[in-house]
C-alpha cells in the first residue's frame, strides 16, 4: 500500500492553545480523506502543516514521500492547496489571475494561456474569463480557486472547507470537480463540517476535536459507531420535550429527540413509556444512522 500523505503525531501550539495535540493521519494514493471537526478543531492548522506553510511544534509528516520541514521545497512542487478563505485576486479577470499563476510557476506566456483556457473550460467558466473575479458568485470564486490550485498539475491536493457557504447546486458542481480529479489518479485531502460532504467524497475519514483524533474509519464504519438504528420521536407539544428527554434521556435539538437504538426491541417499549407520560407525538421514526449523528455522538453533544 503506497501513501501519498503520512503523518504522525503532530502538536501545533499557539501560545496556551493546542491547535493540534498529536494527529495521526495517512492518505492512500489516489483517495480521499476527509477531515471532519468543529469549528477550532484544527482542521486549517492541519491542512497548513501539511501544505508546508507551518512547522508543527512535534511530530512528523511526509507528502509523496517528503519530509514537510526539511524537504519543504519538495513538497511544494507536488501539491496544489484551496484554502478556507479564497485566495483569487478579485481585481483581475478570471483568466488573469490563471494565467499570472502560470507564470509564477514559470509557464511560457502562451503555455499559461494554454493552461488558463483548458482550466476555464473545465470548471464552466469561460463565460466570464474576462470579468473580474471580484464580481463572481461564491461558487464561480471557488471553482476559480480550485482552477488556480490546479495550475500546476499537482497530484496531490488540500482543499480546506472546498463548499462552505455554496449553494447545494454549486457544492455538487464542486464535488463533480473533486471526483474526476480522483479519476485521474490525484489524492485529495479535505476538511469539511458537512457529513455528508465526507459520506460523498471520502474514502476514509478523520474525525478530530480539539486538536485530537475523535475516531476514523471508513465512512460505513464510523456510521456503525453510532449504533445499529435511531429512534427520532418530536413531542406534538413544546411542553411535552423536557419530559420527553427525562425519559429518553437524551437532549432534544430543534424540538426532535434523536436516541440510538442497539436493540430492536426498546422502541416500542420507549415510545410506550412515552404515551404512559401522556406525550403525544407529532411524529417517530426509526432510522439507519446517518454521519451526523457520528459526528454528534463523537464531538460531544451526546458524552
Ligand atoms: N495563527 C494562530 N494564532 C493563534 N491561534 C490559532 C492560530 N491558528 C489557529 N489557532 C487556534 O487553533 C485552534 C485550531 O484552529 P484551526 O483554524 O486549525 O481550526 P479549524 O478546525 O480549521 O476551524 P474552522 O472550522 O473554524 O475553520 C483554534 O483554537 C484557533 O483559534
Ligand atoms: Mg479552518
Known sequence: MSYAIEAEGLVKRYGETAALDGIDLRVRTGTVLGVLGPNGAGKTTAVRILATLVAPDAGRALVGGFDVTRQAGKVRELIGLTGQYASVDEKLTGVQNLVLMGRLLGLSRSEARARAAALLSRFGLTDAADRL?????????????????????PRILFLDEPTTGLDPHARGELWDAVRELVADGVTVLLTTQYLEEADQLADDLLVIDAGRTAASGSPGELKSLAGGHRLDVRPLLAADVEKAESILRTRAEGGLLSVPVHDLSVPPALLRALDDAGIVLAEHALRLPSLDDVFRTLTGAEK
Open 133 to 153: 473575479a471580484g464580481g463572481y458568485s461564491g461558487g464561480m470564486r471557488r471553482r476559480l480557486d480550485l482552477a488556480v490550485s490546479l495550475v500546476s498539475r
